[in-house]
């Protein structure tokens, strides 16, 4: 890491205050070169009020300082924040003053990365603080809150201390491999620790399918035939009018997807074309996707207006084999008695299927549907201890782990040479380390990580 000097906006811009920060070796002399107090000599952690000055010796705005010196500091480096009013020429004018003093601006994610190669935090906690940022329910919150805090990384540092454990063990045999006497590793103890190691990281590899749903909001389809009022449901669903609404069938001739949080849980929810058949080249794409759409899913909401043949049920059932299906009797407010003929129905022909009566065009029942999602989604209760992976990258690095200690455990079974165990216990080791940095990690992989940063941060 270079020992540039740094400095940035860390706030948008607009709002009533804004903050500038600067960090490197230089940056209290830096920031004490551009403000009317000196505090080259201030005590770490405190804060002081004057003016910031261009180099023509005006005055830029009355601020507050924060100075904190190294180790004791966000990037672990002498660090100084400015306090100033939000407007955006002050602010660039505060960046462009403390460039010409010294500093070059900031990349994007260099403070946390700089915090990481510091030692202030693991790998894992710095692409928490992104997740952070970025979160946009309670359940993402407290995902990477929990990652931030470390649960996760004690979670690695407990299973790398496990196979470090089985590692030095086996090659203590191999060091004193001319004594047969001698007897190290009890292979039955060490082969129950490998059992143990390799159900926590199916279980922390498992925990992606939770954690990008929760992230990325869960994948709720609405399919049914045209006309029914799929986007008047949509429409409800997202409190606002964000699909057109019209009684001319076909009219929804593509996906359409948003959002909306229920429950601090994201669900992300998708408009689709309706099934029918049709002679239009252009509607027949959008049933197409429809089909695609449902693969992607996780819950698909069949909403329905009239009894469905067996035949349609069958076919439903086939194409949702592997997703939650609820059915949605929409249009109660009009036909109320044909509401209880479709549920006679459906409990005679579809008994293990969820239904419930709605009408999207009165907002009936919205608030009974919203809570179906919920369960449906069968979220686990998520709190700021609670370990779920919701990296890619971490996911991939568990997969690749979980092979290694497989391969470990076959080769017990198998009575094979402590050597060969050893070589495919070291690679589960790397793999583990990947993920929080606990080895040397390539530039490309930091720069990976960082990119998508925003400056500032």
Same mark, same amino acid.
């Given at each position: 890491?270079?020992?540039?000097?740094?400095?940035?906006?860390?706030?948008?811009?607009?709002?009533?205050?804004?903050?500038?920060?600067?960090?490197?070796?230089?940056?209290?002399?830096?920031?004490?070169?551009?403000?009317?107090?000196?505090?080259?000599?201030?005590?770490?952690?405190?804060?002081?009020?004057?003016?910031?000055?261009?180099?023509?010796?005006?005055?830029?705005?009355?601020?507050?300082?924060?100075?904190?010196?190294?180790?004791?500091?966000?990037?672990?480096?002498?660090?100084?924040?400015?306090?100033?009013?939000?407007?955006?020429?002050?602010?660039?004018?505060?960046?462009?003053?403390?460039?010409?003093?010294?500093? /070059?601006?900031?990349?994007?994610?260099?403070?946390?990365?700089?915090?990481?190669?510091?030692?202030?935090?693991?790998?894992?906690?710095?692409?928490?603080?992104?997740?952070?940022?970025?979160?946009?329910?309670?359940?993402?919150?407290?995902?990477?809150?929990?990652?931030?805090?470390?649960?996760?990384?004690?979670?690695?540092?407990?299973?790398?201390?496990?196979?470090?454990?089985?590692?030095?063990?086996?090659?203590?045999?191999?060091?004193?491999?001319?004594?047969?006497?001698?007897?190290?590793?009890?292979?039955?103890?060490?082969?129950?620790?490998?059992?143990?190691?390799?159900?926590?990281?199916?279980?922390?590899?498992?925990?992606?399918?939770?954690?990008?749903?929760?992230?990325?909001?869960?994948?709720?389809?609405?399919?049914?035939?045209?006309?029914?009022?799929?986007?008047?449901?949509?429409?409800?669903?997202?409190?606002?009018?964000?699909?057109?609404?019209?009684?001319?069938?076909?009219?929804?001739?593509?996906?359409?997807?948003?959002?909306?949080?229920?429950?601090?849980?994201?669900?992300?929810?998708?408009?689709?074309?309706?099934?029918?058949?049709?002679?239009?080249?252009?509607?027949?794409?959008?049933?197409?996707?429809?089909?695609?759409?449902?693969?992607?899913?996780?819950?698909?909401?069949?909403?329905?207006?009239?009894?469905?043949?067996?035949?349609?049920?069958?076919?439903?059932?086939?194409?949702?084999?592997?997703?939650?299906?609820?059915?949605?009797?929409?249009?109660?407010?009009?036909?109320?008695?044909?509401?209880?003929?479709?549920?006679?129905?459906?409990?005679?022909?579809?008994?293990?299927?969820?239904?419930?009566?709605?009408?999207?065009?009165?907002?009936?029942?919205?608030?009974?549907?919203?809570?179906?999602?919920?369960?449906?989604?069968?979220?686990?209760?998520?709190?700021?201890?609670?370990?779920?992976?919701?990296?890619?990258?971490?996911?991939?690095?568990?997969?690749?782990?979980?092979?290694?200690?497989?391969?470990?455990?076959?080769?017990?079974?198998?009575?094979?040479?402590?050597?060969?165990?050893?070589?495919?216990? /070291?690679?589960?080791?790397?793999?583990?380390?990947?993920?929080?940095?606990?080895?040397?990690?390539?530039?490309?992989?930091?720069?990976?990580?960082?990119?998508?940063?925003?400056?500032?941060?």
């Amino acid at each position: 890491m270079n020992n540039d000097n740094i400095c940035a906006l860390a706030t948008p811009t607009g709002g009533a205050i804004g903050i500038v920060r600067v960090s490197g070796p230089e940056a209290i002399s830096i920031t004490n070169s551009i403000f009317s107090k000196d505090i080259s000599l201030a005590k770490p952690n405190t804060v002081h009020y004057g003016e910031i000055i261009d180099k023509e010796g005006s005055t830029i705005d009355d601020v507050l300082v924060s100075v904190y010196r190294a180790p004791h500091s966000y990037t672990g480096e002498d660090s100084a924040e400015i306090s100033c009013h939000g407007s955006a020429y002050i602010l660039n004018k505060v960046v462009h003053t403390l460039i010409d003093a010294g500093c /070059r601006q900031a990349e994007p994610g260099e403070y946390t990365k700089r915090a990481y190669l510091n030692g202030k935090m693991d790998l894992s906690q710095a692409e928490a603080v992104a997740d952070l940022v970025s979160a946009t329910n309670r359940a993402s919150h407290k995902m990477a809150l929990s990652q931030l805090k470390g649960h996760f990384s004690s979670e690695l540092s407990i299973l790398r201390d496990q196979l470090l454990k089985i590692t030095s063990l086996l090659e203590l045999e191999l060091d004193f491999s001319d004594h047969e006497e001698l007897e190290f590793a009890d292979r039955s103890e060490l082969m129950q620790l490998a059992k143990k190691i390799h159900e926590r990281i199916t279980s922390l590899a498992k925990s992606f399918e939770t954690g990008n749903a929760l992230k990325e909001g869960i994948p709720v389809a609405i399919i049914g035939k045209t006309n029914v009022g799929k986007s008047t449901l949509l429409n409800q669903l997202l409190h606002e009018d964000k699909a057109i609404v019209s009684d001319i069938h076909g009219t929804t001739r593509d996906v359409i997807e948003d959002t909306t949080e229920i429950n601090g849980i994201t669900f992300r929810f998708i408009d689709t074309a309706g099934i029918r058949q049709t002679e239009d080249k252009v509607e027949q794409l959008g049933i197409e996707r429809t089909f695609k759409k449902i693969d992607e899913a996780t819950l698909i909401l069949w909403l329905i207006d009239a009894i469905p043949s067996l035949e349609e049920i069958k076919n439903i059932q086939e194409r949702c084999a592997d997703k939650k299906l609820i059915i949605v009797i929409n249009k109660i407010d009009s036909n109320n008695s044909s509401a209880n003929n479709i549920i006679n129905q459906l409990t005679t022909t579809a008994p293990t299927l969820q239904h419930l009566e709605i009408s999207a065009k009165l907002g009936t029942n919205i608030s009974l549907l919203e809570q179906a999602l919920y369960a449906a989604a069968n979220i686990p209760e998520i709190n700021e201890n609670s370990v779920i992976v919701t990296s890619a990258r971490h996911y991939e690095a568990l997969t690749h782990a979980n092979e290694s200690i497989t391969r470990v455990i076959e080769a017990m079974e198998a009575d094979l040479s402590g050597d060969l165990i050893s070589e495919d216990l /070291r690679i589960c080791l790397e793999q583990l380390s990947e993920i929080t940095g606990g080895q040397i990690t390539p530039n490309e992989v930091l720069g990976n990580i960082f990119q998508h940063f925003c400056i500032g941060k």
